[in-house]
């Protein structure tokens, strides 16, 4: 057994440069339970000095108090054995001594004598009787700190022939970390203009020339489906308003200009109905535009009960039918659809307008004679 506990301490070499490294106290009768902590530290890259660090004909008391007052902290594993160890003892009055920030781990429930008590009063407890020596190491990790981590490479990384067993956690995570941080480049290149080769591009704009301020506006416009999908994951506004290949701020920036649909009086380029799937999401929305998208059924956004304005212009959209599915909708615009039966727009309790071209003007007066639902003509 004493060979064993040897030979399993041979497999971490302890650190003895000049920067700061927890010094590890216990009592030899207690390393089945501490050195899987200290393996589980020294993995992690933490700077170490224990027992092992002693050489055959090296002056003991010398060694571990030079070592225990150059140290950055000192961490205890307190057990009854621990207790009836003189030199364990020692090394406690001596940290006290050396005033070192102290990390208390309990490896079973020990009372304390008065003078003990008086000295850990100040160090930080860590509950380890049930605890897995993983479990330990990272409870210490993070009472230590960076300031305790090394580069690998200064005397404290695993000398034994066979590499410890891989974390698959740890690496799922850390693939899942570089994923994110890909994607959040990704999106804030597309919003920012920094990356236009990509396919998005954002800038802000007034809706007229000579415009106040106030009507400034922010488009932005994608190339291509990749750049629009992914802006649109990630978008958390309650109000979202596309018309063609461009996202704006104001729906009120979107025009129908001589057959020709504008922001901001910029000509955009038509949409594509595969938007429908990334907005069928965003159930929070109350406010949505999606004009000229090329769609022909918006069956897909029934699931979007708070909207209360929408604006579907633009679209081949021949069965209405799908609007008594927004019961709080209080402004529809349908400009240039092909929408042929408008009935349902009686059937919504809450309508307050409806935008129309010429061309629909007579049938949806028709559909809302009664109401006291503005038609509104957009010309």
Same mark, same amino acid.
């Given at each position: ?12 070499? $302890? ?99 008065s003078d003990l008590a008086m000295q850990f009063s100040t160090a930080t407890v860590i509950q380890g009787a049930e605890a897995a020596? &993983? ?46 941080? $890909? ?26 020339p000579g415009a106040a301020a106030a009507e400034a506006v922010t488009v932005t416009t994608f190339q291509d489906a990749f750049s ?47 938007v429908l799937a990334s907005v069928a999401e965003k159930s929070d929305l109350m406010g949505l535009a999606l004009v000229d998208q090329?769609? &022909?059924?918006? &069956? ?31 402004? $529809? ?41 503005? $038609?509104?003509?957009?010309?």
């Amino acid at each position: 057994m004493k060979r064993a506990m040897s030979e399993a301490k041979k497999q971490y070499r $302890v650190y003895n440069g000049d920067e700061p490294y927890g010094f590890i106290s216990y009592a030899h009768k207690d390393a089945a339970r501490v050195l899987p902590v200290i393996a589980a530290l020294s993995r992690d890259r933490f700077r170490l000095w224990y027992d092992a660090g002693i050489e055959a004909g090296d002056n003991w008391p010398e060694v571990v108090a030079n070592h225990l007052r150059r140290a950055g902290a000192v961490v205890f594993f307190l057990s009854r054995r621990f207790l009836h160890s003189q030199n364990c003892v020692r090394e406690v009055h001596y940290a006290v001594d050396q005033r070192k920030p102290m990390i208390a781990v309990y490896l079973e429930h020990v009372e304390l004598p008065s003078d003990l008590a008086m000295q850990f009063s100040t160090a930080t407890v860590i509950q380890g009787a049930e605890a897995a020596p &993983e479990a330990i190491a990272a409870e210490a990790e993070g009472l230590l700190g960076p300031g305790f981590l090394g580069d690998g490479v200064t005397g404290y990384e695993i000398v034994r022939v066979h590499k410890p067993q891989k974390n698959p956690w740890r690496t799922l995570s850390l693939v899942f970390l570089a994923l994110f941080l $890909v994607t959040a480049l990704l999106v804030a290149g597309y919003l920012g203009g920094f990356l236009p080769s990509l396919g998005a591009r954002t800038v802000t704009v007034d809706q007229a020339p000579g415009a106040a301020a106030a009507e400034a506006v922010t488009v932005t416009t994608f190339q291509d489906a990749f750049s629009r999908d992914i802006l649109l994951r990630t978008y958390q506004g309650t109000s979202l308003y596309l018309c063609g290949n461009a996202l704006v701020s104001d729906p009120t920036a979107i025009r129908c200009q001589g057959g020709v649909w504008t922001v901001a009086h910029e000509p955009v380029s038509p949409g594509s109905p595969d938007v429908l799937a990334s907005v069928a999401e965003k159930s929070d929305l109350m406010g949505l535009a999606l004009v000229d998208q090329g769609i &022909e059924s918006f &069956e897909g956004l029934t699931g979007l009960q708070n909207l209360v304005y929408l604006d579907i212009s633009g679209n081949p959209v021949r069965d209405l039918s799908f609007l008594a599915a927004f019961p709080a909708l209080r402004t $529809v615009k349908l400009v240039a659809v092909d929408g042929a039966d408008y009935a349902v727009l009686a059937a919504l309790p809450a309508l307050e307008a409806v935008y129309v071209d010429e061309g629909a003007l007579s049938a949806v007066l028709d559909a809302l004679s009664g109401t006291d639902v503005d $038609v509104i003509v957009k010309r």
